[in-house]
């Protein structure tokens, strides 16, 4: 099947270009990196972690959701889903694919990453993280293929994969929490020392996966002669809707708990997120953008003449998206950071080479994202 | 495992040099890993002491005695473990750092304070925590808690994930963000220098505990701010200290247990 993904339209070949050349140019930043260290970033001492590791926290909710397609349909037979589980599964393999990336160019010494399965370290909760992202990448390939490869044979999947979709299930839910533990599990940042870090991960997965899916649903519709059916794009949407309003829920729970019980500590990050520290406030002029941006998505999708109405449903599900990235993608990890043990107030912004970098990575994946969506299409069409 | 006769022999032979020659740096013995630094992660260049051992090491310190702007206790250190002095604060790599009071405890500052406790700057550094954080996160176990407290880094198995940088509540890590070679001032050639890529942090000089030497800090504070020791030993100079009075920890809430005790 894979030579469906090599020959295509005109369009298609210069989009397919396109990803590539970012690709080239993220990896010659990235050589540039191997060769003068991390300092090509904007890390520093205090904020250690960054857009890289910032992506990779927030592609694993990319990854996650596709247990909002897998879920329904297999568990609860709704057919409407049928037609598109399979992109849910192209899409978590894409996005494991991304975070295993992006942690890879995070690494001061890539050349000993093996390391990690040399000295095997339970009680380090990125060594689980390794483990269920791996995982989860090898069980979404092995049953997206199989059920493609056996749809394109006309023939039902082989009953031995099913074991596997199940669970695919927990392990989807698996990722995304071991992955907030990196975080909620550290004494010292009070900004992330939170028992409800794992749930919130899960309701803004819920919500960005399947909004971003919801938007590639209407690209392969007006581009590609794959129309996934209005039912199972309108129930989706309605999942981006509580995912999104469970989402804002859990941060006003965060904003009460903080700013109620005024515990210096807990309050001075909140504070840095959403208005600034002592004029440092370029993290909290992003968040202001992602608070409006979700809050008119979620008007747009509670509204069911809204949410219909085709356009403004890809209005909302861009919204979605670009609201949780900027909370995830840029002002959770660094927020972290700041103010720091010894309350200094350090400012980050990524330098020109390291957002080439994370561009290239994101390129990758799309450029994966294109190739399965590709062969998935062309057999379907067939 | 004993030690064969065979062994022992050879032993007894270098010990003897090492006693005879106890000025001349003994090259050899650094090479093949001397039995006096048996218990370093590096083979260090042997002393005319016998090692320095405990059952757990800490460290008191008075900010009281500094004197004003004096940074003794840094440059010395960093001398000694080939620190970089990049001169930037965002590549910046230190061991030991000096910080006004209200930062090192914002649980205990209060704008009453007396100016002369107000105005302290406080040497701190890692605090080789009974719990240590670092040490959990670790995905390759390259930094460790020995059992005698010291939590040390092995340079050559780091992978720069930084994970132990977002763990330490103290901020006590560094990492090499690029090559730190070209800012180290001067290269001492008993301690191995760092690559890009790794973390790093104070090693509560393990090295010169190996060779019976006190930590590089602590020997070169005239004031005699600085006091180590055995903390299971009632006699230790550092106990002796804590018996005197009220001693404060960082961030004691967090059950890191840190090891560097302050007395203000």
Redesign the interface.
Known sequence: MLEKALKGSRGYGIWVAFLLLLVAVGFFFYLRQLDYGLGITGLSRDVSWGLYIAQFTFLVGIAASAVMLVLPYYLHDFKAFGRITILGEFLAVSAVIMCVTFVFVDLGRPDRAVNLLLYPSPRSVLFWDVIVLNGYLLLNIVTGWTVLESDKKGIPPPAWVKPLIYLSIPWAVSIHTVTAFIYSGLPGRGFWLTAIMAPRFLASAFASGPALLILFCLILKRFCRFDAGEKAIQTLAKIVTYALATSIFFVMVEIFTVFYSQVPGHMHHLTYLFAGLEGHNTIARWMTVSAFTALISLVLLIIPRTRKNESLLALACFGVFLSLWIEKGLGLVVTGFVPSPLEAIPDYSPTGAEVAITVGVWALGLLLVTMFYKIFVSVRNE | MAPTRREFLQMAGFSAIGLALPVLPSLAWARTGAPAAGVSAYPAAPGPLPARKAKRWAMTVKPGKCRAGCTDCITACHLEHNVPAIGN?????HWI?L?KV???F?AEAHPRLPDTIRGLSVP?LCNHCENP?CV???????TFRRPDGIVVMDYH???????C???????SR??????PRPFIRKINQDFPTR?????EKCNFCEERLARGILPACVVACKEKAMAFGDLEDPCSEVRLTLDRGLSLRR?PE???GPQIYYIL
């Open positions: 604060p965002k590549d910046d790599v750092g910080q209200g930062h090192v914002p701190v954080p959990r996160v670790c995905p390759t176990q390259a198995r780091c992978i720069g994930c930084r994970f940088m977002a763990a330490c509540p103290y901020g560094s990492m090499n963000w690029r090559d690559t890009r890529g790794v973390v961030r967090l059950g890191t």
